[in-house]
């Protein structure tokens, strides 16, 4: 069984569409979150929810929005797509405890903006 | 000033060998915990390793070791007797702090390793 699941794997979409990317983890982890790979290979976390509330937001524009309708479900919604989001975006899982817990992360979702 | 740093871009490294990848960090916080992912080219993000802040022994797992020199605020992955299928991007990751808000990783830039037969 997969632990931590992304929907779609790729997307290929036009600038100014609206898109989701779904994710889901079976690890039973109350954490999730979204990081960002870019053309460089450079990750960056974009959001953190932690049972449903959002604990980290990093300074990324508004036209992205979380949603996180239990705790074994993140969603990223993008509006008004631009070329500049082109990258593999990745959901990651884990608890929150302490500094040793490890993220999972789901496949990556590879999203082209034409 | 970056948070992590991964100095070596790519290497390349003969098969059955051993190599090592460097990873420096930068935090004032005591507690963090540092951690090693690989990249395959089909993409996914593999844990590897993890080294605690107060954690007196160097991290083992498997063929994977992490050479953690706290003052020099170092933590250099290890592959011993590298196979064909180490070939990848790996990466550093720091988590600083107990608080919620410090939950995310920051990672290096990554280095590319190639194995060769």
């Known amino acids: 069984d997969t632990a931590v699941s992304q929907t779609p794997k790729y997307l290929v979409t036009q600038m100014g569409n609206d898109k989701s990317i779904k994710c889901e983890q079976n690890?039973?982890?109350?954490?999730m979150y979204w990081y960002k790979q870019d053309s460089k290979k450079f990750l960056k976390i974009m959001f953190s929810?932690?049972?449903?509330?959002?604990?980290i937001n990093e300074t990324v524009p508004n036209r992205f929005s979380p949603k996180s309708p239990d705790k074994a479900h993140l969603n990223l919604h993008i509006n008004s797509l631009e070329l500049g989001d082109s990258a593999v975006y990745f959901c990651?899982?884990?608890?929150?405890?302490?500094?040793?817990?490890?993220?999972?992360f789901g496949p990556g979702t590879r999203l082209l903006v034409l | 000033a970056q948070k992590i740093t991964q100095t070596q871009p790519g290497m390349f490294v003969q098969e059955k060998e051993a190599v090592t990848l460097d990873c420096t960090y930068d935090t004032s916080d005591q507690s963090y915990g540092l951690f090693w992912y690989k990249q395959p080219s089909s993409g996914e993000m593999i844990f590897l390793i993890y080294q605690g802040s107060y954690d007196e022994q160097n991290a083992t797992e498997g063929r994977y070791s992490l050479n953690f020199q706290k003052a020099r605020k170092s933590a250099n992955l290890v592959i011993s007797a590298s196979q064909l299928g180490d070939s990848a991007m790996y990466f550093c990751?720091?988590?600083?702090?107990?608080?919620?808000?410090?939950?995310?990783?920051?990672f290096g830039g990554g280095t590319r390793v190639l194995v060769k037969p």
């Open positions: 690890l039973g982890h109350d954490t």
């Open positions: 929810y932690n049972n449903k509330e959002l604990i």
């Open positions: 990751a720091m988590r600083e702090g107990w608080e919620a808000a410090g939950n995310k990783l920051t």
């Open positions: 990651a899982s884990s608890y929150l405890r302490t500094v040793r817990e490890t993220q999972y």
